[in-house]
């Protein structure tokens, strides 16, 4: 379990913690004892808990969850530590991105049409703010005129 310093966890993110790194076990720990024991620390009106209480917590839970190391309360912390130890907060029930059927055709940038095919170039790239504004050149010439700079091609005398 990785905890900070600084942190401090609800019930909720507690009970996710236990159920993750296996503190919950059958009829050892079960998660009406995490709430119990959970509220029994938890500072009176208040939700969260230091990580002095969360300590105080896992030592409680230790005698609990490895009953057979029974007043060998070293063993019993020990034993919890390495429980505990390098594991990272999981991912169940999260939301992965999906990339089929409707999602690709979606996102495929060389089908786009109108104004949306010219926020992206050819590579499929976005074009930033370029993309999107329209940029108005300050020239003197009229807006759409195609024979831009060929006066003097056309007028070479004069």
């Known amino acids: 379990a990785v905890v900070s ?13 236990c159920k993750e790194t296996g503190i919950i076990q059958g009829k050892l720990v079960t998660s009406t004892d995490i709430d119990i024991i959970f509220s029994k620390h ?5 939700r969260t808990i230091t990580l002095k209480e969360f300590g105080v917590i896992l030592d409680e839970l230790s005698v609990k969850r490895f009953p057979k190391k029974k007043g060998d309360v070293e063993a019993q912390k ?3 530590q ?7 907060p999981g991912t169940k029930g999260t939301t992965k991105v999906s990339k089929a059927g ?5 996102t495929d940038t060389s089908k786009y049409t109108g104004s949306h095919k010219e926020r992206f ?3 499929g790239k976005g074009k930033g703010l370029e993309g999107r504004e329209d940029v ?11 024979n831009k ?4 091609k056309d007028h070479p005398n004069e």
């Open 42 to 46: 938890k500072p009176k009106g208040g």
């Open 78 to 80: 020990a034993a919890m």
């Open 5 to 17: 310093t600084q942190s401090t966890g609800d019930n909720k993110k507690f009970s996710k913690l």
């Open 82 to 88: 390495d429980l505990i130890t390098g594991k990272a």
């Open 121 to 123: 170039g050819a590579d």
């Open 102 to 106: 409707a999602t690709d055709r979606l």
């Open 136 to 146: 108005i050149e300050d020239d003197g010439y009229v807006v759409g005129y195609t």
């Open 149 to 152: 700079d060929t006066y003097d």
